[in-house]
């Protein structure tokens, strides 16, 4: 057969041809993006560390989906003294930007910096984020000096500051400002994640004080001054604090004189932390005529304190049983 009716099946077969050969060269082309790791329609997520949990969680709360975050330093490990891993030395060159504590409360940092070679991490280099910048700082009139003349963990400052909430409104400024320059196309949903923060900041804030109020004046022992942000906010008065160094134990005749203190400043409560040695706080609670009561430092330090606003949820509510129990 000639004519159209034979060309007609031809040219049908010759249009499918072309369709399959297009839809294979599409799934190749899909795979080969897969296999990648790209996604052209997403953009790269900004890689960040921080040296706490807190700030990690703030960070999140501020960048939400555009960041990955994470913390070098684990929640129930002593601050000032962390080991950190080969891994997380290689992620640190990887990332955007390292968010500090600052001050004196990361005295390890300085090493991980140098291991790294990067001169972006430097203090005040471009990817070096202070967040202690834009805080009032407590505690900092005087750098303090131990008996050995070494200076004393906190001598720039109590470097506590993200325990009194209301500080979460200048870190998150800075964090914001830090986002927005590294990622200016994101800067009105990073702006947009912090106004959200913060109205359940204030949310949180009326309930927290409310909870609080009763106790306003209350005497507490601290075992390490972790908390006088957390203290001066909610009106507690801190008479002493039990290490004479952060991690060093009291001496017979140091603890002799702090129970006899404590007696006679009628302290109500002790406030130790998870890594508080139980044996210290028996004696303290008993002999001293106080309650002991352990609130928690960091963002994971408890399975409850799964973020920033949680983490003081936790504090205020472990904080008024103990005080409503006495």
């Known amino acids: 057969m000639s004519g159209p009716r034979a060309a007609a099946p031809l040219a049908l077969a010759l249009a499918l041809s072309v369709l399959l050969w297009g839809i294979e060269s599409g799934a190749q082309a899909a795979t080969k993006s897969t296999a990648s790791g790209a996604a052209p329609s997403r953009q790269a997520v900004l890689p960040i560390l921080t040296t706490s949990t807190d700030l990690k969680s703030l960070v999140e709360a501020v ?24 891994g997380q030395i290689t992620r640190l060159k990887r990332a ?14 300085a090493r991980v910096v ?30 303090r000096l131990r008996a050995d003349r070494r200076a004393h963990v906190h001598g720039l400052g109590n470097t506590h500051y993200w325990l009194d909430p209301e500080n979460a409104r200048p870190i998150t400024a800075a964090i914001l400002e830090v986002l927005a320059r590294a990622s200016p196309a994101d800067g009105e949903r990073f702006d947009a994640n ?6 359940r900041l204030d949310e949180g804030l009326v309930r927290w004080m409310r909870a609080l109020a009763p106790w306003r004046g209350t005497r507490v022992v601290v075992i390490h001054e972790t908390w006088p942000y957390f203290a001066e906010r909610f009106g ?20 002799a004189a702090l129970l006899e203190r404590m007696r006679a400043a009628g302290v109500r409560l002790v406030i130790a932390e998870p890594y508080t040695d139980p044996a210290l706080l028996r004696q303290l609670a008993g002999r001293g005529g106080a309650r002991a009561v352990t609130l928690v430092p960091s963002v994971g330090g408890d399975p409850a304190a799964g973020d920033y606003l949680a983490l003081i949820d936790l504090n205020v509510k472990r904080l008024a049983e103990a005080l409503a129990a006495r």
């Open 96 to 109: 955007a930007l390292l968010v500090r504590v600052g001050l004196d409360h990361e005295p390890w940092l």
């Open 63 to 86: 960048g939400g989906g555009r960041v990955e975050v994470e913390s070098l330093a684990p929640p129930t490990q002593d601050p000032h003294a962390v080991e950190i891993k080969p």
């Open 194 to 199: 912090r106004r959200r923060f913060l109205e």
């Open 236 to 255: 507690l008065m801190i008479v002493a604090a039990v290490e004479p160094t952060p991690g060093v134990p009291p001496s017979p005749a140091e603890l």
């Open 114 to 143: 140098a291991a790294v070679g990067d001169p972006r991490f430097a203090r005040g280099g471009p990817a070096d984020v202070d967040a202690s910048r834009g805080v009032r700082l407590l505690q900092s009139e005087t750098p």
